[in-house]
Protein backbone atom coordinates (compact mmCIF):
# COMPACT_ATOMS: atom_id res chain seq x y z
CA UNK A 1 0.00 0.00 0.00
CA UNK A 2 2.74 2.39 0.97
CA UNK A 3 4.29 1.83 -2.06
CA UNK A 4 1.41 2.49 -4.43
CA UNK A 5 1.01 5.58 -2.97
CA UNK A 6 4.38 6.35 -3.54
CA UNK A 7 4.20 5.65 -7.28
CA UNK A 8 0.77 7.63 -6.94
CA UNK A 9 2.57 11.18 -5.24
CA UNK A 10 5.47 10.51 -7.99
CA UNK A 11 2.86 10.95 -10.74
CA UNK A 12 1.50 13.82 -9.02
CA UNK A 13 4.13 15.51 -8.73
CA UNK A 14 5.30 14.72 -12.19
CA UNK A 15 1.82 16.21 -13.25
CA UNK A 16 2.80 19.35 -11.36
CA UNK A 17 5.76 19.61 -12.68
CA UNK A 18 4.41 19.06 -16.31
CA UNK A 19 1.41 21.49 -16.56
CA UNK A 20 2.35 23.70 -13.48
CA UNK A 21 5.68 25.97 -13.68
CA UNK A 22 8.84 24.33 -15.07
CA UNK A 23 11.17 22.11 -13.16
CA UNK A 24 14.35 23.56 -11.64
CA UNK A 25 16.32 20.99 -14.05
CA UNK A 26 15.71 21.73 -17.74
CA UNK A 27 16.09 18.85 -20.19
CA UNK A 28 17.58 20.18 -23.86
CA UNK A 29 15.32 19.68 -26.60
CA UNK A 30 12.34 18.15 -24.01
CA UNK A 31 8.66 20.21 -24.42
CA UNK A 32 7.37 21.70 -21.15
CA UNK A 33 3.74 23.02 -20.88
CA UNK A 34 2.80 25.39 -18.01
CA UNK A 35 -0.39 25.35 -15.82
CA UNK A 36 -1.28 28.63 -19.24
CA UNK A 37 -0.91 26.15 -21.76
CA UNK A 38 2.09 27.68 -23.12
CA UNK A 39 4.45 25.08 -24.62
CA UNK A 40 8.39 25.70 -24.23
CA UNK A 41 11.47 23.67 -25.22
CA UNK A 42 15.08 25.14 -24.75
CA UNK A 43 17.67 24.25 -27.79
CA UNK A 44 20.23 25.84 -25.52
CA UNK A 45 20.65 25.90 -22.07
CA UNK A 46 22.59 28.32 -20.01
CA UNK A 47 21.32 28.17 -16.28
CA UNK A 48 24.21 30.12 -14.61
CA UNK A 49 23.57 33.37 -16.54
CA UNK A 50 21.32 35.73 -15.34
CA UNK A 51 17.32 35.32 -15.12
CA UNK A 52 15.24 38.48 -15.87
CA UNK A 53 12.49 38.97 -13.51
CA UNK A 54 9.04 41.59 -13.49
CA UNK A 55 10.23 45.00 -15.00
CA UNK A 56 13.30 44.40 -15.94
CA UNK A 57 14.67 45.01 -19.30
CA UNK A 58 14.82 42.22 -21.80
CA UNK A 59 16.63 42.11 -25.57
CA UNK A 60 15.39 39.23 -27.57
CA UNK A 61 16.47 37.91 -30.91
CA UNK A 62 13.29 35.64 -32.85
CA UNK A 63 11.22 34.91 -35.86
CA UNK A 64 7.89 33.89 -35.54
CA UNK A 65 5.89 31.39 -37.48
CA UNK A 66 2.48 29.91 -37.91
CA UNK A 67 1.84 26.31 -37.59
CA UNK A 68 2.12 25.72 -41.13
CA UNK A 69 6.12 27.16 -41.02
CA UNK A 70 5.61 30.35 -42.80
CA UNK A 71 7.65 33.32 -41.28
CA UNK A 72 5.36 36.23 -40.28
CA UNK A 73 8.21 38.38 -38.81
CA UNK A 74 11.65 38.28 -37.66
CA UNK A 75 14.55 40.30 -35.80
CA UNK A 76 17.16 38.24 -37.02
CA UNK A 77 16.29 39.16 -40.48
CA UNK A 78 16.15 42.86 -40.04
CA UNK A 79 19.23 42.25 -37.65
CA UNK A 80 17.69 44.50 -34.37
CA UNK A 81 16.86 42.76 -31.31
CA UNK A 82 13.52 43.98 -29.48
CA UNK A 83 13.79 45.16 -25.82
CA UNK A 84 11.23 45.35 -23.97
CA UNK A 85 9.95 45.72 -19.90
CA UNK A 86 9.03 41.77 -19.06
CA UNK A 87 5.81 41.17 -17.38
CA UNK A 88 4.46 44.64 -18.13
CA UNK A 89 1.97 43.74 -20.89
CA UNK A 90 4.29 45.29 -23.72
CA UNK A 91 3.84 42.03 -25.55
CA UNK A 92 1.71 39.19 -26.01
CA UNK A 93 1.23 36.97 -22.80
CA UNK A 94 2.79 34.24 -24.31
CA UNK A 95 6.01 36.30 -24.49
CA UNK A 96 5.53 37.65 -21.13
CA UNK A 97 5.39 34.45 -19.83
CA UNK A 98 8.10 32.55 -21.99
CA UNK A 99 10.99 34.72 -21.65
CA UNK A 100 11.01 35.21 -17.97
CA UNK A 101 11.93 31.18 -18.06
CA UNK A 102 14.82 32.00 -20.05
CA UNK A 103 18.50 33.18 -18.77
CA UNK A 104 20.82 35.04 -20.77
CA UNK A 105 22.07 33.19 -23.94
CA UNK A 106 18.62 30.74 -23.98
CA UNK A 107 17.51 29.64 -26.77
CA UNK A 108 13.76 28.22 -27.18
CA UNK A 109 11.01 27.72 -29.23
CA UNK A 110 7.44 28.89 -27.59
CA UNK A 111 4.80 27.08 -29.03
CA UNK A 112 1.90 29.67 -28.08
CA UNK A 113 -1.63 29.06 -27.81
CA UNK A 114 -3.94 31.65 -29.18
CA UNK A 115 -5.42 32.91 -25.91
CA UNK A 116 -1.78 33.95 -24.91
CA UNK A 117 -1.39 35.46 -28.35
CA UNK A 118 -3.21 37.85 -30.87
CA UNK A 119 -6.87 36.01 -29.57
CA UNK A 120 -9.77 36.57 -32.18
CA UNK A 121 -8.23 39.54 -33.75
CA UNK A 122 -6.25 39.03 -36.84
CA UNK A 123 -2.69 41.01 -37.16
CA UNK A 124 -1.48 41.35 -40.63
CA UNK A 125 -0.96 38.18 -41.79
CA UNK A 126 -1.51 36.21 -38.60
CA UNK A 127 -5.39 34.76 -38.99
CA UNK A 128 -7.51 34.82 -35.92
CA UNK A 129 -7.21 32.67 -33.16
CA UNK A 130 -3.99 31.19 -34.54
CA UNK A 131 -1.20 29.32 -32.38
CA UNK A 132 1.97 30.47 -32.97
CA UNK A 133 5.64 29.25 -33.00
CA UNK A 134 8.48 31.60 -31.91
CA UNK A 135 12.15 30.56 -31.91
CA UNK A 136 13.44 33.33 -29.47
CA UNK A 137 16.96 33.81 -27.40
CA UNK A 138 17.56 35.93 -24.87
CA UNK A 139 20.18 38.13 -25.35
CA UNK A 140 20.25 40.60 -22.40
CA UNK A 141 19.01 41.36 -19.57
CA UNK A 142 19.27 44.96 -17.51
CA UNK A 143 17.68 46.46 -14.45
CA UNK A 144 14.39 47.84 -15.39
CA UNK A 145 13.45 51.48 -15.44
CA UNK A 146 13.53 53.42 -11.82
CA UNK A 147 11.86 56.55 -11.46
CA UNK A 148 13.71 59.98 -10.94
CA UNK A 149 14.17 60.61 -7.19
CA UNK A 150 12.80 64.20 -7.01
CA UNK A 151 12.42 63.94 -3.54
CA UNK A 152 13.15 67.30 -1.97
CA UNK A 153 13.81 68.78 -5.02
CA UNK A 154 12.03 72.56 -6.03
CA UNK A 155 8.95 71.91 -8.17
CA UNK A 156 8.68 75.14 -10.35
CA UNK A 157 5.39 76.00 -12.17
CA UNK A 158 5.49 78.06 -15.58
CA UNK A 159 2.50 80.42 -16.53
CA UNK A 160 1.17 77.62 -18.82
CA UNK A 161 0.78 75.64 -15.94
CA UNK A 162 3.91 73.29 -16.42
CA UNK A 163 5.49 72.13 -13.40
CA UNK A 164 9.28 70.60 -13.82
CA UNK A 165 11.54 70.04 -10.88
CA UNK A 166 15.48 69.39 -12.01
CA UNK A 167 16.48 66.33 -10.65
CA UNK A 168 20.49 66.59 -12.16
CA UNK A 169 21.39 69.95 -13.44
CA UNK A 170 23.24 70.11 -16.54
CA UNK A 171 26.29 72.33 -17.34
CA UNK A 172 26.02 71.63 -21.02
CA UNK A 173 24.63 72.76 -24.54
CA UNK A 174 21.35 74.94 -23.81
CA UNK A 175 18.38 73.23 -26.01
CA UNK A 176 16.45 75.79 -28.16
CA UNK A 177 14.06 76.56 -30.49
CA UNK A 178 15.10 74.99 -34.08
CA UNK A 179 17.56 72.44 -32.45
CA UNK A 180 17.81 68.87 -32.95
CA UNK A 181 17.10 67.13 -29.51
CA UNK A 182 17.86 63.85 -28.51
CA UNK A 183 16.66 62.69 -25.20
CA UNK A 184 15.49 59.36 -23.07
CA UNK A 185 12.68 59.50 -21.52
CA UNK A 186 9.71 57.51 -19.42
CA UNK A 187 6.52 58.81 -18.99
CA UNK A 188 3.96 58.16 -15.89
CA UNK A 189 0.38 57.97 -15.23
CA UNK A 190 -0.28 60.11 -12.32
CA UNK A 191 -0.87 56.20 -10.44
CA UNK A 192 3.37 55.10 -11.23
CA UNK A 193 2.46 53.26 -14.21
CA UNK A 194 4.41 53.12 -17.45
CA UNK A 195 2.96 54.14 -20.29
CA UNK A 196 5.97 54.81 -22.46
CA UNK A 197 9.85 54.81 -22.50
CA UNK A 198 12.16 54.69 -24.60
CA UNK A 199 14.66 53.45 -21.99
CA UNK A 200 12.80 50.35 -22.20
CA UNK A 201 13.03 50.31 -25.72
CA UNK A 202 16.98 51.18 -25.67
CA UNK A 203 16.49 53.72 -27.90
CA UNK A 204 16.79 57.57 -27.77
CA UNK A 205 14.00 59.93 -29.08
CA UNK A 206 15.16 62.92 -31.26
CA UNK A 207 12.76 65.40 -32.89
CA UNK A 208 13.06 69.15 -33.48
CA UNK A 209 12.51 71.83 -30.72
CA UNK A 210 9.96 74.32 -31.14
CA UNK A 211 8.18 73.05 -34.26
CA UNK A 212 5.30 71.31 -32.53
CA UNK A 213 6.36 67.74 -33.53
CA UNK A 214 5.61 66.72 -29.55
CA UNK A 215 3.25 67.49 -27.51
CA UNK A 216 3.24 71.40 -25.95
CA UNK A 217 4.94 70.34 -22.36
CA UNK A 218 7.35 68.66 -23.91
CA UNK A 219 7.99 71.90 -26.56
CA UNK A 220 8.36 74.25 -23.32
CA UNK A 221 9.57 71.92 -20.85
CA UNK A 222 12.82 70.60 -23.26
CA UNK A 223 13.72 74.18 -24.29
CA UNK A 224 14.23 74.97 -20.08
CA UNK A 225 17.55 72.31 -20.27
CA UNK A 226 21.15 71.78 -21.36
CA UNK A 227 22.29 68.65 -21.83
CA UNK A 228 23.18 66.89 -19.05
CA UNK A 229 20.72 67.52 -17.20
CA UNK A 230 17.68 65.24 -15.82
CA UNK A 231 14.24 67.13 -15.32
CA UNK A 232 10.74 65.50 -14.45
CA UNK A 233 8.32 67.38 -15.77
CA UNK A 234 4.34 67.07 -14.68
CA UNK A 235 2.04 68.14 -17.70
CA UNK A 236 -1.25 69.04 -17.29
CA UNK A 237 -3.44 68.02 -20.22
CA UNK A 238 -3.60 71.01 -21.89
CA UNK A 239 -0.12 71.16 -22.85
CA UNK A 240 -0.27 66.94 -23.61
CA UNK A 241 -3.12 65.51 -25.53
CA UNK A 242 -6.21 67.45 -24.52
CA UNK A 243 -9.40 66.14 -23.87
CA UNK A 244 -9.80 63.07 -26.29
CA UNK A 245 -8.29 59.61 -25.78
CA UNK A 246 -4.84 59.27 -27.50
CA UNK A 247 -4.14 55.22 -27.21
CA UNK A 248 -4.09 53.81 -23.75
CA UNK A 249 -3.96 57.57 -22.60
CA UNK A 250 -6.96 58.83 -21.48
CA UNK A 251 -8.53 62.70 -21.81
CA UNK A 252 -7.48 64.67 -20.02
CA UNK A 253 -4.49 63.16 -18.23
CA UNK A 254 -2.27 64.83 -16.33
CA UNK A 255 0.98 63.21 -17.69
CA UNK A 256 4.70 62.69 -15.61
CA UNK A 257 8.11 62.44 -18.03
CA UNK A 258 10.97 61.54 -16.42
CA UNK A 259 13.22 63.03 -19.02
CA UNK A 260 17.33 63.14 -19.91
CA UNK A 261 18.63 65.38 -22.27
CA UNK A 262 21.56 63.80 -24.31
CA UNK A 263 22.30 65.52 -27.12
CA UNK A 264 21.49 69.09 -28.84
CA UNK A 265 22.77 69.89 -32.25
Known sequence: ?????????????????????????????????????????????????????????????????????????????????????????????????????????DKAVLSIPANLGYGERKIGTIPANSKLIFDVELIDVTEGVKPFDAKGKDTVTTASGLKYIIVKKGGGIQAASGKTIKVHYTGYFTDGKIFDSSVERGEAFSFVLGQGRVIKGWDEGVALMKTGEKVRMIIPYQLGYGENDYGPIKGKSTLIFDVELLEVK
Open 1 to 105: MNKIIAILLGLMITMITANGQLPEKIEKNKTYTTSSGLQIMFTEINSKNKQPKTGDIVKVHYTGKLINDSIFDSSVKRGTPISFALGQGKVIKGWDEGIGYLHIG
